[in-house]
């Protein structure tokens, strides 16, 4: 079933089975995309090394979307990816920290 996942709740009773769905969330992704003479090319900016192309924009977005969901699937193993912002306390040359 496209764009529904079985969970615990809401439940629904069928004759004897019992089936749970509920809709997927929707992530939304930035990318940064190019066209290269008759190509685009792509890749998401939380996964620089993933690169992928279309034929026309559309595609380039289908193929982004299919590389995010192979990324985050588990099925990849050491997936490289950009992380959050890293907080670090720095100390000015007085010995004080900076904030």
Known sequence: ML???LR???TYTHDSFRIAISRLAMVKQKY???KEDNTWLGYLEDYPDYWTQ???EE???ENLI???KELTSGVIQNVRKIAPELTVAQ?????N???
């Open 32 to 34: 940064i995309y190019w």
């Open 97 to 99: 920290l900076l904030q």
């Open 8 to 10: 615990a709740n809401p």
């Open 66 to 68: 299919d590389i995010y």
């Open 3 to 5: 764009g529904y996942a």
């Open 91 to 95: 100390r000015h040359s007085t010995g």
């Open 54 to 56: 279309g034929e026309t």
């Open 59 to 61: 595609d380039l977005k």
